[in-house]
């Protein structure tokens, strides 16, 4: 990875994960990947909208055997 100026915010969790070919979805508002876990689907739809605002990026990965969320604001 090349280093570039700005600041980086880094959640990791350590739940069930989500796999690689529904990441895109976890964007959408009141999407869960489990009906039965709690919450409502919004946290990485506002965490979306928040970095396009402010034009960050967002890098979804696997942490162990959760998911880490990396979010990348420009200088």
């Known amino acids: ?3 570039t100026p700005g600041a980086e915010v880094v959640v990791t969790d ?3 994960g989500v796999p690689a070919e ?4 976890v964007f959408e508002r009141f999407w869960r ?3 039965a876990a ?6 990485l739809s506002l965490v979306a909208a928040a970095a396009e605002a402010h034009g960050a990026s967002i ?3 696997d942490a162990g055997p959760g998911l880490r969320v990396a979010v990348r ?3």
């Open 1 to 3: 990875m090349r280093w």
């Open 14 to 16: 350590d739940g069930p």
């Open 22 to 25: 529904l990441r895109d979805h």
């Open 33 to 35: 990947s489990d009906s």
């Open 38 to 43: 709690p919450g409502f689907g919004l946290g």
């Open 59 to 61: 890098t979804l990965g």
């Open 73 to 75: 604001f420009p200088a």
